[in-house]
């Protein structure tokens, strides 16, 4: 899938969540909380992409995720790509084709996701506000790229860089660290994990299961038969998939949200009395 419907994917899958939860768990999270988990899931749903590299020098090429800063986020991919071929080289099996290139390798994986959310939540523990502020402002730039991509492109990077600098500084000054820390990590993992499952209903699949060998490889690649994948940037993906997305992530936020307004003006109309 492209950029915008990985980013798409997340919030829905957050939002439907937070929804469930508060639904069928009385896990209630405040609107702050609801909006904090869902832009770091949407970040979380693209981030995994920025194992495509461009060309740094030339400014050029990069996936839409590593467009977000300008050619600082470019070299990132650059670096993430590189590193994860070193991964796949040095873990591969004979029966593992050799490759030059790392994309849809280590950042595709399981234990990728679990390292993600693990770190995210530790680095903020650790270093509190200032830690909180770094992610915030990274992830919530990966997500405004990716939600309003139409925007990003024509308000360029910096702008987008601007816009999550406000994000991050007024997320950390408001979420309390107790149950926003662990949510910041959670989010972040569930998104890495929507996005493999995004690429393995597409071509070539992804290797989810690294490092279980399988049949002899460690990096088998998992996901549809190629007949039945839905084809990138295609009709099913552009406007059935964004579409289902955009549904979701709306009536969760309706669910969520419009039963407490309807109460604070006393409107209780679900309840008959
Ligand atoms: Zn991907």
């Known amino acids: ?147 309003f991509d139409d925007w990003a492109e024509r308000a360029g990077w910096v702008i987008v860089t601007l816009s999550s600098a406000a994000i991050a500084w007024f997320t950390a000054a408001n979420l309390p660290s107790d149950r926003g820390y662990p949510l910041l990590g959670l989010a972040a993992g569930v998104g890495c994990f929507v996005h493999i499952l995004g690429d393995m209903i597409t071509k070539n699949g992804v290797p989810i299961l690294w490092p279980i060998p399988i049949r002899r490889r460690m990096w088998m690649m998992i996901g549809i038969p190629n007949s039945m994948a839905v084809k990138v940037g295609g009709k099913v993906e552009v406007v059935v998939l964004r579409t289902a997305f955009t549904v979701i992530s709306l009536l969760s936020i309706g669910g969520l949200f419009v039963p407490g307004v309807l109460e604070r003006f006393n409107l209780d109309v679900w309840a008959s009395k």
């Open 1 to 147: 899938m492209m950029g915008p419907s990985h980013a798409l994917s997340g919030a829905a899958a957050w939002l439907a969540g937070s929804w469930a939860l508060d639904q069928f768990a009385y896990v209630s999270q405040t609107p702050l909380e609801v909006a904090v988990g869902t832009a770091i899931c949407a970040g979380g749903a693209l981030l995994p992409d920025l194992d495509m590299s461009g060309k740094v020098t030339r400014n050029q090429g990069g996936a839409t995720v590593a467009r977000t800063f300008g050619v600082a986020s470019l070299f990132v991919a650059e670096v993430v790509e590189k590193f994860s071929l070193g991964v796949y080289t040095a873990t591969k099996l004979k029966r593992d084709p050799r490759r030059d290139n790392g994309h849809r390798t280590f950042t595709h994986t399981l234990p990728f996701c679990a390292l993600l959310a693990w770190g995210t939540t530790a680095l903020a523990d650790s270093y509190g506000y200032w830690a909180v502020i770094g992610i915030v402002f990274f992830m919530s730039g990966l997500a405004l790229r990716g939600l």
